[in-house]
């Protein structure tokens, strides 16, 4: 809520400490700021604003305080910021909403943690007064910087154009507030602008509120992102499992789309996360591509040639998690993910990327899942955990009969027990090289083809298996973002 006046009305002793309560509870809440009628101080007496560079926008904090005593308001809040939310991603922007319960200042820690250049943070509330008849909208902005009063007078002039039957209060700078200034737009690190949409104690706001929030929405969305979505897209190409798409991508911002209608030809198992970015286009909807990510695409972007580049089919996510079988995986996206990752390891184990290709290509072991389990169990070589590097145990190998984990005499014959070990639950076949895995003849053969079935047998974490293929697709897209 923020105040239309400091002054509380003298007609009665009854409405007078109403008020004075009201104004009180405002100035506990710091969210809730009553406005002043004086005018604002001289920019001497301004807090200094921070240097700020130029950046485009790309992302977006909601914020709807809670309001417990006004149930009806707080649901239409609720519904208006989910409303703002879904205009702004089809827009192009990344979206954020503060959790339901968070008060002011708890709110303002949260989008701190998550802030980021390009960010602007909008709380969105309505006002109360004790006289019914005060109304209007108006968006608080902190004083002395031209371009977040240019962004709120924006904010206004759209959601009255779209909603004409609002009252405007205008754009106000945060010092013509009763405490002086506000704290959603100066403790936050990026841009901020505090909206209230009308008075929740006017009969007349509060009916406009309850019935037109699709309207106010796109009004709020019109005033963040003013040019329409045609004047901030260049068209791509995309590039599909090697074959140029007819159909074009965009470039929005940093994040390139393609047509959604491109996924039902695509090898994936496809299903729409919350998080992932739908804009329309020309009548045609487009997703944000990284978003396939998460169904088991590799993504990549090859700049001279302004293409957009996906595969699907290799690896399939099917085949992600199968012990046997070729790896995908190159000795050099191997090598450069450990020197980023850990650039003491090749020095400690210069010959280890060869020793993991090499060993798994004799028993027919995938070579990625044996590698990326040893960057699990060995915390990229840095050990400290269950063995020492002088063991040559990249795998956590207890020895028979007891619980210490093996020593090995050398590296090659360390991975080689690895290799075998894995081999040895996932497969029937017959070992091609003598056995050196210490447990061979106690493990149960062919039991787990599949990652997923190995971690019941090899770790207590019930997130073993998610964890090695999480670090499997983070490779795979390592290997495709350095060829693409």
């Not at 002054?7 to 002793?13: L, Q």
């Not at 709120?152 to 200034?181: C, H, M, W, Y």
């Not at 963040?224 to 260049?234: A, H």
Request: with cysteine.
């Amino acid at each position: 809520m923020i105040f239309e006046s400091s002054h509380c009305p003298d007609d009665s002793y009854v409405q007078n400490k109403f008020c004075q309560n009201t104004v009180a509870q405002a100035n506990v809440d710091r969210v809730i700021t009553p406005e002043r009628v004086t005018p604002a101080s001289p920019d001497s007496t301004r807090p200094k604003l921070p240097a700020q560079t130029t950046q485009a926008l790309r992302q977006v904090f909601l914020f709807t305080p809670s309001r417990a005593s006004n149930p009806e308001i707080q649901a239409a809040l609720v519904k208006l910021q989910n409303q703002v939310a879904a205009e702004l991603r089809s827009k192009g922007l990344m979206v954020q909403t503060v959790p339901n319960g968070l008060d002011s200042t708890s709110a303002i820690a949260w989008i701190n943690r998550r802030a980021s250049s390009g960010s602007l943070a909008l709380s969105i509330q309505t006002d109360a007064f004790l006289n019914p008849d005060a109304r209007g909208t108006a968006a608080f902005f902190r004083a002395g910087n031209p371009k977040l009063q240019q962004q709120a007078e924006s904010l206004i002039k759209q959601i009255l154009g779209d909603v004409p039957t609002l009252v405007n209060r205008g754009a106000r700078p945060d010092t013509e507030t009763a405490f002086g200034n506000l704290p959603f737009v100066r403790q936050l690190k990026i841009p901020a602008i505090a909206l209230s949409i009308g008075f929740s104690t006017s009969p007349q706001d509060r009916t406009i509120l309850l019935n037109r929030t699709q309207a106010i929405a796109q009004g709020i969305a019109k005033g963040i992102v003013p040019k329409p979505i045609e004047q901030r897209t260049t068209q791509i190409r995309i590039r599909v499992n090697g074959q140029l798409s007819e159909n074009q991508g965009l470039l929005l911002g940093r994040n390139a789309y393609l047509p959604i209608a491109l996924l039902n030809g695509l090898t994936i198992d496809f299903k729409r996360p919350r998080a992932a970015q739908l804009i329309t286009y020309r009548n045609m909807t487009y997703i944000r591509a990284i978003d396939l990510r998460g169904a088991g695409a590799v993504v990549g972007w090859n700049s001279p040639e302004r293409t957009l580049v996906v595969e699907t089919v290799l690896p399939n996510s099917n085949r992600i998690g199968r012990v046997m079988g070729r790896g995908y995986l190159s000795k050099a996206t191997l090598q450069a993910f450990l020197q980023q990752n850990n650039p003491q390891a090749l020095r400690a184990f210069p010959e280890i990327i060869d020793l993991y290709l090499e060993e798994a290509s004799i028993e027919g072991v995938n070579a990625d899942i044996a590698f990326t389990q040893a960057l699990l169990e060995t915390n990229f070589f840095r050990f400290g955990t269950t063995a020492q590097p002088d063991q040559n145990n990249f795998a956590a190998l207890k020895e028979v009969g007891v619980s210490e984990t093996a020593t090995f005499p050398n590296a090659r014959t360390g991975v080689r027990a690895h290799i075998q070990m894995l081999k040895t639950y996932a497969s029937i076949e017959p070992l091609a090289q003598e056995a050196v895995t210490p447990r061979f003849r106690f493990i149960a053969r062919g039991v787990a083809p599949q990652i997923e079935q190995l971690a019941a047998y090899y770790s207590a974490d019930p997130r073993y298996a998610k964890k090695i293929i999480g670090a499997l697709k983070q490779l795979y897209q390592y290997q495709f973002d350095r060829l693409s």
